[in-house]
């Protein structure tokens, strides 16, 4: 037999090999299970218990080999009756009975009341803490696969299995094994009645608390201390039941002179408490707190002082969820008691560490703190007035500013509502005074303390708002003291990060009226310290809102449009520094916050940049050639700035952005020649980053360079490097940015009527045979060539290399190509890329031009309407205009053709401006002769009807105004 000759090398020592083969075998039916055990009979019922157990333990590795659905319900019950049996057998058998239950509880014909038998014959015959570790973590492995996958079957057993899982631990000691138990007993306390054994199954578990346990150094998947104790301390609060046995003894451990220990027992009651419930706590109410204020005042360890804390939060919040809501009061009259009159006596120094466990107290819930504001509020308004001495008069700001920061947490409804609403009077009242003392120590902490009062929007009534701006624009105004100014400057931006309609209201409007007095006079009326540095740093610390962004932003660049209409200066130069620090500080802060997100947001980026580029081109040549050289220098710099790198961020690319408004106003003369070193690096740019505003950029700077570059010689060769990487770009498949690129290079020729503009567009007609992306593309972008509207300032008034007539030249040379290509298509899609082209460059050519090309073009520009692209339509509907505005009758012999099309685009649904210029396309149709329009008058008036229904305004009126035109054709002139 086969399976003889497996059996015969696995007990001869070679067990992978030969479980491998049995396991293959069983899974393609060349071998059978039950075959394996009949062959295996022999060791299985052999006399030396050596030999058995190797026998099982063939049968444990070939059950582990097995997948998990393989074994039928009957195999699987006869090899648990059999394990379970051979559990009676010799310790030298039992460790690999154990190692097969292991393998069989994975199986998922495995039924409940199997795992129940498992768990019974493992309590009865095994003597688990006998066994050697790896065996013992084996049994806790069952158990936890057993409860995984098989509860039900377990539950049956009741109080059974939870006896059997004490005996089972009881005793361990191994760290590993340890953490295995301890995460049973959770699911053990929590699923089974463990009424019988509460106290037996607690104290398997306590009487390894505290845990003291140092790893091995030179192991690294050891377990930690951190691991083993926080599973104990889930045992220990793993249910109500254990709350009698658990307090005691964290009490006790409370007391013990090891911090670790009173660190771990406060750990674990802030754990347990929420677990326990106020009605199993309220008894030791008193031992806790006394033992916590021990702590907390005692203040050993700065851990411990905080654990301690955490847990007065904790047992606020459990005991807050009473109904009866006694506990609650019992346990802050306990608090307040300590606490409270520590604030009639601060010389003492402990109105602090009472003000930590009162703010503890009132960050448990909302109740805690009304119970606990009620009481203390009073007192501190009370000693504030009472003590003259300003020392004193701080660290009592300093403990309202702590009690504040936390009841601000629990707003109401109305400011009225709030927990804080009672007292919000009296605490401004407090702040107030002390903005308005003659100290300023003390007005920095009333600061500090109305900070926190502002951090919520739902604490204070509208007046009380009022007056705090008020108090904050003084500060920022007249204090003296540039600490206090600097806490007005926080306070400020509180306001408009949580108000920003108050902002925007009072603070922005305030501070763009400083900021114009600076400009206009050096002698405003303001202090000496409002210097327009000082107004800018305060718009940087209002940007922390995003409703208030715009008007900063607008704010920001019209100071820089101000300042830099001057002749330039050093003081100029100052001037544009101090406001790029606070574009910085106001945009470009934490990438986490908004005021980064903010920063790559491109509308700022296009509006400074855009403003530059004007200042730029308004300049002298040598002016431009400064700036330019300085622009180039800093952007070519190596380091942490690096923005043509592959893997530069959006916020590192977008320099092009400000590239491409300068350079296309440059003149030729004023570009160095390292700005010509910018053309490799954009290129590569333009086809491979993932940032579209960077990306088209990046064309733009190249075709501004490629247009500029005065020597042929040179300007050969860039054009080779370019369309080199056009051409691989192309085939690698970065097909639209490429084309983008091919596009602004082919303008940049067509410009300067360089004569390999018509390869480059060659090339562009070329890939209408492309694929769909990669066409589409190259047919849109011929709206770009000719046109000003899109051309980013590459014009002659940009500064760009412009030929005279260079529109009517390449029109002239690439219609026939485009008409040529168009008759020559078989495939329809093809034919309307052909038409986009056509179109476009229909749309840019002057009217001159185009009415004297269009004849042998107006089949065509009728074929145009048709398509359902907007853009098409948009430009065919304009040289329709443009051809009966001068040469109404070429279009005589194709009305009966127009008018059907153009009734339908009347109503075209994609495209507002399309549905305008139809009716204003028909309306011009009256300038043609009668007989010509009349056998289409009734269609055409009957069909406008629904245009004067038309969602859009402008329709309608474009509607009224085409109709009437046909409504009155062939009337006599009035």
Same mark, same amino acid.
């Given at each position: 037999?086969?399976?003889?000759?497996?059996?015969?090398?696995?007990?001869?020592?070679?067990?992978?090999?030969?479980?491998?083969?049995?396991?293959?075998?069983? @899974?393609?039916?060349? +071998?059978?299970?039950?075959?394996?055990?009949?062959?295996?009979?022999?060791?299985?019922?052999?006399?030396?218990?050596?030999?058995?157990?190797?026998?099982?333990?063939?049968?444990?590795?070939?059950?582990?080999?097995?997948?998990?659905?393989?074994?039928?319900?009957?195999?699987?019950?006869?090899?648990?009756?059999?394990?379970?049996?051979?559990?009676?057998?010799?310790?030298?058998?039992?460790?690999?009975? @154990?190692?097969?239950?292991?393998?069989?509880?994975?199986?998922?014909?495995?039924?409940?009341?199997?795992?129940?038998?498992?768990?019974?014959?493992?309590?009865?015959?095994?003597?688990?803490?006998?066994?050697?570790?790896?065996?013992?973590?084996? *049994?806790?492995?069952?158990?936890?696969?057993?409860?995984?996958?098989?509860?039900?079957?377990?539950?049956?057993?009741?109080?059974?299995?939870?006896?059997?899982?004490?005996?089972?631990?009881?005793?361990?000691?191994?760290?590993?094994?340890?953490?295995?138990?301890?995460?049973?007993?959770?699911?053990?306390?929590?699923?089974?009645?463990?009424?019988?054994?509460?106290?037996?199954?607690?104290?398997?578990?306590?009487?390894?608390?505290?845990?003291?346990?140092?790893?091995?150094?030179?192991? %690294?998947?050891?377990?930690?201390?951190?691991?083993?104790?926080?599973?104990?301390?889930?045992?220990?609060?793993?249910?109500?039941?254990?709350?009698?046995?658990?307090?005691?003894?964290?009490?006790?451990?409370?007391?013990?002179? =090891?911090?670790?220990?009173?660190?771990?027992?406060?750990?674990?009651?802030?754990?347990?408490?929420?677990?326990?419930?106020?009605?199993?706590?309220?008894?030791?109410?008193?031992? *806790?707190?006394?033992?916590?204020?021990?702590?907390?005042?005692?203040?050993?360890?700065?851990?411990?002082?905080?654990?301690?804390?955490?847990?007065?939060?904790?047992?606020?919040? =459990?005991?807050?969820?009473?109904?009866?809501?006694?506990?609650?009061?019992?346990?802050?009259?306990?608090?307040?008691?300590?606490?409270?009159?520590?604030?009639?006596?601060?010389?003492?120094?402990?109105?602090?560490?009472?003000?930590?466990?009162?703010?503890?107290?009132?960050?448990?819930?909302?109740?805690?703190?009304?119970?606990?504001?009620?009481?203390?509020? %009073?007192?501190?308004?009370?000693?504030?007035?009472?003590?003259?001495?300003?020392?004193?008069?701080?660290?009592?700001?300093? $403990?309202?500013?702590?009690?504040?920061?936390?009841?601000?947490?629990?707003?109401?409804?109305?400011?009225?509502?709030?927990?804080?609403?009672?007292?919000?009077?009296?605490?401004?009242?407090?702040?107030?005074?002390?903005? !308005?003392?003659?100290?300023?120590?003390?007005?920095?902490?009333?600061?500090?303390?109305?900070?926190?009062?502002?951090?919520?929007?739902?604490?204070?009534?509208?007046?009380?708002?009022?007056?705090?701006?008020?108090?904050?624009?003084?500060?920022?105004?007249?204090?003296?003291?540039?600490?206090?100014?600097?806490?007005?400057?926080?306070?400020?931006?509180?306001?408009?990060?949580?108000?920003?309609?108050?902002?925007?209201?009072?603070?922005?409007?305030?501070?763009?009226?400083?900021?114009?007095?600076?400009?206009?006079?050096?002698?405003?009326?303001?202090?000496?310290?409002?210097?327009?540095?000082?107004?800018?740093?305060?718009?940087?610390?209002?940007?922390?809102?995003? #409703?208030? @962004?715009? =008007?900063? *932003?607008?704010?920001?660049?019209?100071?820089?449009?101000?300042?830099?209409?001057?002749?330039?200066?050093?003081?100029?130069?100052?001037?544009?520094?101090?406001?790029?620090?606070?574009?910085?500080?106001?945009?470009?802060?934490? %990438?986490?916050? =908004?005021?980064?997100?903010?920063?790559?947001?491109?509308?700022?980026?296009?509006?400074?940049?855009?403003?530059?580029?004007?200042?730029?081109?308004?300049?002298?040549?040598?002016?431009?050639?400064?700036?330019?050289?300085?622009?180039?220098?800093?952007?070519?710099?190596?380091?942490?700035?690096?923005?043509?790198?592959?893997?530069?961020?959006?916020?590192?690319?977008?320099?092009?952005?400000?590239?491409?408004?300068?350079?296309?106003?440059?003149?030729?003369?004023?570009?160095?020649?390292?700005?010509? !070193?910018?053309?490799?690096?954009?290129?590569?740019?333009?086809? $491979?980053?993932?940032?579209?505003?960077?990306?088209?950029?990046?064309?733009?700077?190249?075709?501004?360079?490629?247009?500029?570059?005065?020597?042929?010689?040179?300007?050969?060769?860039?054009?080779?490097?370019?369309?080199?990487?056009?051409?691989?770009?192309?085939?690698?498949?970065?097909?639209?940015?490429?084309?983008?690129?091919?596009?602004?290079?082919?303008?940049?020729? *067509?410009?300067?009527?360089?004569?390999?503009?018509?390869?480059?567009?060659?090339?562009?007609?070329?890939?209408?045979?492309?694929?769909?992306?990669?066409?589409?593309?190259?047919?849109?972008?011929?709206?770009?060539?000719?046109?000003?509207?899109?051309?980013?300032?590459?014009?002659?008034?940009?500064?760009?290399?412009?030929?005279?007539?260079?529109?009517?030249?390449?029109?002239?040379?690439?219609?026939?190509? +485009?008409?040529?290509?168009?008759?020559?298509?078989?495939?329809?899609?093809?034919?309307?890329?052909?038409?986009?082209?056509?179109?476009?460059?229909?749309?840019?050519?002057? &009217?001159?031009?185009?009415?004297? &090309?269009?004849?042998?073009?107006?089949?065509?520009?009728?074929?145009?309407?048709?398509?359902?692209?907007?853009?098409?339509?948009?430009?065919?509907?304009?040289?329709?205009?443009?051809?009966?505005?001068?040469?109404?009758?070429?279009?005589?012999?194709?009305?009966?053709?127009?008018?059907?099309?153009?009734?339908?685009?009347?109503?075209?649904?994609?495209?507002? #401006?399309?549905?305008?210029?139809?009716?204003?396309?028909?309306?011009?149709?009256?300038?043609?002769?009668?007989?010509?329009?009349?056998?289409?008058?009734? #269609?055409?008036?009957?069909?406008?009807?629904?245009?004067?229904?038309?969602?859009?305004? +402008?329709?309608? !009126?474009?509607?009224?105004?085409?109709?009437?035109?046909?409504?009155?054709?062939?009337?006599?002139?009035?």
């Amino acid at each position: 037999m086969a399976e003889r000759s497996f059996i015969d090398n696995y007990l001869q020592g070679d067990g992978t090999n030969s479980v491998s083969s049995l396991s293959e075998g069983l @899974l393609d039916n060349t +071998l059978t299970f039950q075959g394996v055990i009949t062959s295996l009979a022999p060791e299985l019922i052999h006399t030396d218990a050596e030999v058995r157990a190797r026998g099982t333990r063939l049968i444990a590795d070939l059950v582990h080999a097995l997948p998990g659905t393989f074994l039928k319900e009957a195999e699987v019950a006869h090899l648990c009756t059999f394990f379970c049996d051979r559990l009676k057998d010799q310790h030298v058998v039992v460790p690999h009975v @154990l190692f097969g239950i292991l393998a069989l509880v994975r199986f998922h014909s495995l039924q409940g009341s199997q795992a129940a038998d498992i768990v019974q014959a493992i309590s009865k015959e095994v003597h688990v803490q006998a066994l050697i570790r790896v065996d013992r973590s084996v *049994v806790y492995n069952i158990v936890h696969g057993l409860l995984e996958k098989y509860m039900q079957g377990l539950l049956t057993m009741g109080p059974d299995f939870v006896f059997a899982f004490i005996q089972m631990m009881d005793g361990e000691q191994d760290p590993r094994n340890l953490l295995l138990a301890f995460n049973l007993v959770p699911t053990i306390a929590q699923s089974f009645p463990i009424d019988r054994f509460t106290e037996d199954l607690f104290d398997v578990t306590s009487c390894y608390f505290p845990i003291s346990f140092t790893p091995q150094p030179d192991d %690294p998947t050891a377990i930690t201390q951190e691991q083993l104790v926080g599973a104990l301390r889930r045992c220990l609060c793993a249910t109500p039941a254990f709350a009698a046995l658990t307090m005691p003894l964290l009490l006790e451990k409370l007391t013990s002179a =090891v911090a670790s220990a009173k660190l771990d027992s406060v750990a674990t009651l802030s754990a347990g408490a929420p677990v326990f419930g106020a009605e199993e706590l309220g008894e030791f109410v008193e031992g *806790v707190w006394l033992a916590l204020r021990t702590e907390v005042f005692r203040a050993s360890s700065e851990n411990l002082v905080n654990a301690c804390l955490e847990c007065v939060t904790v047992l606020t919040k =459990v005991f807050s969820s009473d109904s009866s809501q006694d506990k609650l009061k019992d346990l802050i009259e306990r608090v307040l008691k300590e606490c409270c009159h520590h604030f009639k006596q601060p010389q003492l120094g402990l109105s602090n560490i009472s003000c930590q466990i009162l703010s503890a107290a009132c960050a448990g819930s909302a109740a805690g703190c009304t119970l606990i504001l009620a009481e203390v509020i %009073p007192v501190i308004v009370e000693q504030y007035a009472v003590h003259p001495t300003s020392a004193l008069q701080c660290s009592l700001l300093d $403990s309202l500013r702590s009690l504040v920061g936390v009841a601000v947490t629990y707003p109401g409804l109305s400011p009225a509502e709030a927990v804080l609403g009672p007292h919000t009077d009296s605490v401004l009242s407090v702040i107030f005074t002390s903005i !308005n003392d003659g100290d300023a120590n003390l007005r920095a902490f009333g600061c500090k303390c109305m900070v926190e009062l502002l951090s919520s929007s739902s604490v204070l009534s509208a007046t009380q708002l009022s007056l705090c701006v008020e108090h904050i624009l003084r500060v920022l105004q007249n204090d003296e003291a540039p600490e206090v100014r600097a806490h007005g400057q926080r306070l400020a931006g509180c306001v408009c990060r949580h108000f920003p309609d108050t902002g925007l209201q009072s603070i922005v409007p305030s501070v763009s009226e400083w900021l114009q007095l600076r400009r206009t006079t050096c002698d405003a009326g303001l202090k000496a310290h409002v210097t327009e540095k000082y107004v800018l740093d305060l718009t940087a610390q209002l940007a922390s809102s995003v #409703r208030l @962004l715009p =008007v900063l *932003v607008e704010l920001w660049l019209g100071h820089l449009e101000h300042i830099t209409r001057g002749e330039w200066s050093e003081e100029l130069a100052q001037r544009c520094h101090i406001l790029l620090d606070t574009l910085y500080s106001g945009l470009a802060g934490d %990438p986490t916050t =908004v005021q980064a997100l903010l920063f790559s947001h491109l509308s700022i980026v296009q509006s400074a940049s855009k403003l530059i580029g004007t200042l730029v081109r308004s300049a002298v040549t040598s002016r431009q050639a400064d700036l330019v050289s300085q622009l180039v220098a800093a952007v070519c710099q190596s380091g942490d700035f690096s923005p043509f790198m592959a893997a530069a961020s959006p916020r590192q690319s977008q320099i092009v952005v400000l590239l491409a408004a300068i350079l296309p106003g440059v003149q030729p003369s004023a570009l160095p020649d390292s700005a010509f !070193n910018l053309l490799s690096p954009c290129v590569d740019m333009a086809v $491979s980053s993932q940032h579209g505003e960077s990306a088209l950029s990046a064309c733009v700077v190249a075709a501004a360079l490629l247009n500029k570059i005065t020597d042929e010689s040179a300007l050969a060769s860039a054009l080779q490097s370019t369309t080199a990487v056009i051409g691989s770009s192309l085939e690698s498949g970065a097909a639209e940015h490429a084309v983008q690129l091919l596009a602004w290079v082919t303008r940049a020729m *067509v410009l300067r009527s360089h004569p390999t503009c018509l390869e480059l567009s060659a090339k562009l007609i070329s890939l209408f045979a492309a694929d769909d992306v990669k066409a589409t593309a190259a047919a849109a972008a011929f709206s770009l060539l000719l046109s000003d509207e899109a051309s980013r300032n590459l014009t002659q008034a940009g500064g760009a290399t412009v030929k005279f007539l260079y529109k009517q030249k390449f029109f002239v040379q690439i219609r026939t190509q +485009l008409v040529d290509g168009f008759k020559q298509a078989s495939d329809g899609s093809m034919k309307d890329h052909f038409l986009t082209a056509l179109s476009h460059l229909l749309f840019s050519v002057p &009217e001159q031009v185009l009415l004297s &090309e269009i004849p042998p073009l107006l089949p065509l520009v009728i074929q145009c309407l048709s398509s359902s692209s907007a853009q098409l339509l948009t430009s065919s509907l304009t040289a329709m205009m443009a051809l009966m505005s001068g040469a109404p009758g070429l279009l005589g012999q194709y009305v009966s053709d127009v008018i059907p099309v153009l009734l339908k685009l009347s109503r075209f649904k994609g495209n507002m #401006r399309v549905r305008q210029s139809t009716l204003k396309c028909i309306g011009a149709l009256t300038v043609l002769p009668h007989h010509l329009l009349y056998p289409h008058k009734n #269609r055409v008036i009957q069909e406008l009807v629904a245009c004067l229904d038309d969602h859009k305004r +402008l329709v309608r !009126n474009d509607a009224v105004e085409c109709r009437t035109k046909w409504l009155l054709l062939g009337s006599a002139p009035s």
